[in-house]
């Protein structure tokens, strides 16, 4: 089975993104992107598909996925019943390999990160004291802004790269290769979204973007990523919103609908609620109110 690009909302000017997600499941798409991806498993449980190995999954793992890695958690048949009781959650940290800029990966201080980005290919398992320290930064990365985020994301690949705790899933030859011009014309889409989904996106215009007609742009997209550019546009901005609310609990949701490309309060919080199982409100007061457990950091 050919695995799904998945295009991940992030902003472009941002060096990763992390995100502290509840969900009814884990979904059952069988995808990969170019970002590296730090995975943690908070609440949930099932059958993890990594690369070309198949493994159970529960909670309190934690895995590190290379560039390009298809995987997919395919959480238990009580998780897709519409059980408000049964939740699955995770923290996921993603990162582009050169998320410090084109020459990052150039120097010479970088070099036993290219060691860990190699590793990562055939996916790998966090164990011992690097899964105990890694933690803990992946839940303040998804509250904090500025300069300690970038701090942060450094801090874990540092973690990583001196860790003997990790333990190889899949095989490298498992690494999906994708078609260089299909991902080229995908980036060139994602980045002018990325800088573009605060105001009205026509079809005509992100068409003329792929160099395609309507037409033709919607049935590839639809193909590539398995939803229309309409859902892609609308999970982006719900993405940033999130972010505002995360990031300024004096925000108001009004100013956060329209500061998102949104036009009317009802559409952006019938979207956000679609998206996320709570509304604006409720998922301001969650992330700036309720003490994240202990257990979480054991």
């Known amino acids: 089975m050919k695995p799904q690009f998945y295009l991940v909302p992030r902003d472009?000017?941002?060096?990763?993104?992390?995100?502290?997600?509840?969900?009814?499941n884990f979904g059952t798409v069988w995808h990969y992107h170019p970002e590296l991806e730090l995975h943690y498993i908070v609440r949930g449980e099932g059958v993890r598909f990594v690369g070309d190995n198949v493994s159970n999954f529960n909670a309190g793992e934690l895995l590190l996925l290379g560039e390009n890695l298809p995987?997919?958690?395919?959480?238990?048949?009580?998780?897709?019943r519409q059980d408000p009781n049964i939740t699955a959650e995770a923290v996921v940290v993603q990162?582009?390999?050169?998320?410090?800029?084109?020459?990052?990966?150039?120097?010479?201080e970088s070099d036993a990160i290219h060691y860990l980005y190699e590793k990562a290919k055939a996916g790998l398992v966090i164990t011992g004291s690097a899964r105990e320290r890694l933690i803990p930064l992946m839940i303040k990365s998804a509250k904090t802004t500025g300069l300690q985020r970038l701090v942060l994301i450094l801090t874990m690949l540092e973690i990583l790269t001196e860790s003997e705790d990790?333990?190889?899933?899949?095989t490298k030859d498992a690494l999906y290769h994708p078609n260089k011009e299909e991902t080229d014309r995908l980036n060139k889409v994602?980045?002018?979204?990325?800088?573009?989904?605060?105001?009205?996106?026509?079809?005509?215009e992100i068409a003329s973007v792929a160099n395609l007609s309507v037409t033709s742009f919607c049935r590839y997209f639809k193909m590539m990523t398995k939803k229309t550019f309409h859902d892609f546009l609308i999970e982006i901005r719900i993405s940033h919103a999130q972010r505002m609310l995360v990031e300024d609990s004096s925000i108001t949701t009004e100013a956060v609908c329209f500061e998102c490309g949104f036009n009317n309060r009802s559409n952006f919080f019938g979207h956000f609620k679609r998206i996320t199982g709570l509304t604006p409100v409720e998922y301001k007061r969650k992330c700036h109110c309720v003490q994240i457990p202990q257990t979480i950091y054991q």
């Open 12 to 24: 472009i000017l941002s060096s990763h993104v992390s995100r502290h997600h509840t969900l009814p």
């Open 71 to 80: 995987h997919m958690w395919r959480c238990n048949e009580q998780y897709f």
């Open 190 to 204: 994602y980045n002018y979204t990325l800088i573009n989904y605060k105001k009205e996106l026509t079809l005509e």
């Open 95 to 108: 990162f582009l390999p050169d998320f410090m800029g084109k020459d990052f990966l150039k120097k010479s």
């Open 166 to 170: 990790m333990h190889p899933i899949s």
